[in-house]
């Protein structure tokens, strides 16, 4: 028998064995030996892959316990064997597989008594090459023994009958056994073939700490498990957005599944016990609400986040879906931060997604203050920036530089995090009109994540303000593939639809979204501005008077008041906007639009050049603004545009 040579350190081991071990141990949890015992299959499965991984440390009783097991961390191994007992089970399952294989097998995985370190011997194709085949059949028609006396014709003939007859009756038995046999194996195949997976949610992961405060901590470990399986470009990921609001809903997965439009889903849950964590997270095929892997995992806080990378990674592997060497470094990639400031970060998205991007840079900042190098929190805090700017809470010159410093420093740190080109990307349109680096980053974006639903929508807002308007439609669309339940996708989608003048279909995509969220307050803006051009002038005005003493509101509603008529309430509007001016440098761009209302174009185009010098960022929907049609004949209008440089 050929020599064996056994590997046991991942570091003896190349990265073609290494899949040879992977493809090998597919083959043993699917046989019989393994059949039925599913604890069998994954106790093999996790072994395996943390030796290959290196992860040694997490070899241990104790550790195994507690990430398989739900055993607490510090539980008495002593008076609880589960670990023992399941190793022994798969000890013999093992020496079952490897007694009843047919053929010689070049590779061998053995789990020594007294050890949960897995042993992999791998012999080379060369030695197996020279292994003995098997012996061929019997020809027929060939002679039986020699030398036997020949019988009578009569006897001969009969005893020929008779063996024809057994013959006859053999052969017919044996051919219902094959065919039985390949039946069986055809639908044993199709029995365990796994679904084929190409669109995928995962839903928000359980806390189990009992403590509603500790939400914001499942919750984050959930958006960056979609961000980090978002990046396999084979796969479509269903966005945060959406996923989030099925959180503690009584529907099926199957229910689920259909409104999504995906064929697995990921579910699992959070606990966090001192300064370890344990996700456990299980895929469940969305259509027939079958179990097809489930895995538990156990780390320290500050290791949490490359976790989910490698969680990413697993269920890749499962679903048979390709990682791209790129997108299997990016995964892997080592993610170390502080715990401290991993706690900071997450309560800062937390509230990025509540919707206060305001209180969330104050967390955001001490997190980075605690870690300088942790660059998900420049890039959030690049986000809350742009957003207290985008919404003029806070000045323009204050808010985009610092929107473009911290998504660099991001970008700095970690090229390979989506978000900090996103951030550099509307930092640049707003702050700079740089067209050509703020359509780079986007698409660098793409190429990181081509599942995020918000990269999309901002491609899809920086082509419709160029004038491409059909591209931004399409990018709309891919959206709201991304991200289908979700009220703000289809928010995103009526203003896209509003400035490529469709309105009715516009108002449509708003009706889609206060049906997913009863009158949200996000809306209320939007929807006035189609009124405003549907020339339903006093349901746009009501609907801005409800937004208060906003900067944006005030232009469009004294807008509205001019076309309406009501020269004086539409003066009023522009001495609002002056005093806003004034205090926080908002609102030149605005008091254009309500003299382009009122038909005073060398007003409209005093105050549009007001905003040229100050790099307000309303000039950049001149190409695209319903409002400034009036003065669009004009030459001074097309001078404007080329100043402000929009891509030809």
């Not at 022994?88 to 070049?106: D, F, H, I, M, N």
């Not at 959206?479 to 979700?486: H, I, N, Q, T």
Request: negative net charge.
């Amino acid at each position: 028998m050929p020599t064996i040579d056994p590997f046991s350190k991942p570091g003896e081991l190349d990265p073609e064995r290494i899949e040879l071990i992977r493809g090998h141990l597919k083959d043993v949890i699917s046989s019989p030996a393994f059949a039925g015992s599913r604890r069998a299959q994954d106790f093999l499965q996790l072994i395996v892959e943390h030796a290959l991984a290196g992860r040694f440390d997490s070899l241990r009783e104790r550790m195994i316990g507690a990430e398989m097991f739900g055993r607490p961390i510090g539980y008495d191994t002593a008076n609880d064997a589960v670990v023992r007992v399941k190793a022994t089970e798969v000890r013999k399952k093992l020496a079952q597989y490897y007694q009843e294989s047919v053929k010689p097998l070049g590779i061998r995985i053995e789990l020594p008594i007294g050890s949960y370190v897995p042993r992999f011997h791998v012999e080379s194709w060369e030695k197996l090459s020279g292994l003995p085949s098997e012996s061929p059949p019997v020809a027929s028609g060939q002679q039986g023994t020699i030398g036997e006396e020949e019988p009578s014709y009569a006897a001969g003939e009969s005893a020929r009958r008779t063996l024809r007859g057994s013959v006859g009756i053999v052969a017919g038995m044996v051919l219902i056994v094959a065919i039985g046999f390949i039946g069986f194996k055809v639908w044993s195949k199709k029995a365990s073939a796994k679904p084929e997976v190409h669109a995928i949610a995962i839903l928000p992961l359980q806390n189990l700490s009992g403590d509603p405060r500790q939400e914001y901590f499942a919750d984050g470990m959930t958006e960056e498990l979609i961000a980090d399986l978002g990046q396999v470009s084979l796969l479509r990921v269903i966005s945060r957005t959406s996923v989030m609001s099925y959180k503690g809903t009584k529907k099926t997965l199957p229910e689920i599944g259909r409104e999504l439009g995906v064929d697995a889903i990921v579910e699992g849950s959070v606990l966090r016990e001192g300064n370890e964590v344990r996700i456990t997270a299980q895929l469940i095929d969305a259509k027939t609400d079958q179990h097809i892997w489930a895995r538990s995992y156990v780390r320290d806080l500050t290791s949490v986040l490359a976790l989910q990378g490698e969680v990413a990674q697993t269920i890749a592997d499962e679903i048979s879906i390709n990682v791209t060497p790129q997108e299997q470094a990016r995964l892997t990639r080592p993610r170390p931060v502080s715990e401290e400031a991993q706690d900071l970060y997450l309560l800062g998205i937390h509230l990025l997604n509540s919707g206060d991007p305001r209180r969330a840079s104050n967390y955001l900042q001490e997190a980075i203050d605690k870690d300088p190098n942790y660059a998900p929190a420049h890039a959030a805090l690049a986000n809350a920036y742009g957003w207290l700017g985008e919404a003029g809470w806070l000045p323009y010159a204050a808010a985009f530089p610092r929107q473009k410093a911290e998504a660099t420093k991001a970008i700095e740190i970690d090229d390979a995090l989506p978000e900090g080109h996103i951030e550099l990307a509307n930092a640049v349109m707003d702050l700079s009109w740089d067209w050509t680096t703020c359509e780079r980053e986007l698409k660098r974006t793409l190429e990181l994540n081509p599942n995020s639903a918000s990269t999309h929508s901002t491609y899809s807002s920086y082509l419709l303000r160029v004038g491409r308007l059909h591209e931004a439609i399409e990018e709309t669309k891919r959206d709201l593939e991304l991200d289908p339940v979700s009220s703000r996708s289809f928010m995103r989608a009526g203003f896209i639809y509003y400035y490529a003048r469709q309105y009715d279909e516009a108002e449509a995509q708003l009706q889609r979204s206060t049906a997913l969220e009863p009158s949200p307050a996000e809306v209320l803006f939007p929807l006035a501005v189609i009124h405003e051009e549907k020339g339903m002038y006093q349901e746009a005005i009501d609907g801005f008077q409800k937004l208060g003493d906003q900067p944006h509101a005030l232009g469009h509603m004294g807008n509205a008041y001019a076309r309406a008529g009501r020269v004086a309430e539409a003066h009023d509007m522009i001495s609002k906007l002056q005093g806003h001016v004034e205090k926080d440098g908002v609102g030149r761009y605005e008091i254009a639009l309500v003299y382009a209302g009122l038909g005073d174009k060398d007003g409209a185009f005093g105050w549009l050049e007001k905003a040229f010098a100050a790099h307000d960022k309303g000039l950049t929907y001149l190409k695209i603004d319903p409002c400034m049609d009036p003065l669009r004949s004009d030459p001074r209008f097309q001078d404007l545009v080329r100043r402000v440089g929009f891509p030809s």
